[in-house]
């Protein structure tokens, strides 16, 4: 089965960087979208940014020219790149795997457990 992981949350000033990891494990399809995911205390969790297997990536308007999504296929690890950080990103990430069509749609098979993001 497909295992996700994430690490490198914490905390940080406002205009600060994080860089968010997220290691995964088992079988992925060559064919497979990943993507991160944020929710915020008593807010409905969000998408934040995709990737395909051919590279192409799509951001929430909020994050867009700030945050930055890749991967690195040999070692099958999703990263977020997040700079210029601001409050309102604080929330718990989480990273997700599964064809394109159920990323976008807000349902894909895998998830990790996620990692917190505070901004202060």
């Known amino acids: 089965d497909v295992q996700l992981v994430e690490s490198g949350g914490g905390s940080v000033q406002a205009g600060g960087s994080l860089r968010l990891s997220c290691a995964a494990t088992?079988?992925?399809?060559?064919?497979?979208?990943m993507g991160w995911f944020r929710q915020a205390p008593g807010k409905e969790r969000e998408a934040v940014a995709g990737?395909?297997?051919?590279?192409?990536?799509i951001y929430v308007d909020s994050v867009q020219g700030r945050f930055t999504i890749s991967k690195d296929n040999a070692k099958n690890t999703l990263y977020l790149q997040m700079n210029s950080l601001k409050p309102e990103d604080t929330a718990r990430y989480v990273c997700?795997?599964?064809?394109?069509?159920?990323?976008?749609?807000?349902?894909?098979?895998?998830w990790g457990q996620g990692t917190q993001v505070t901004v202060s």
């Open positions: 997700a795997a599964d064809s394109c069509a159920e990323v976008q749609a807000g349902a894909p098979k895998h």
């Open positions: 990737i395909d297997s051919a590279g192409n990536s």
């Open positions: 088992g079988y992925i399809n060559s064919m497979y979208c």
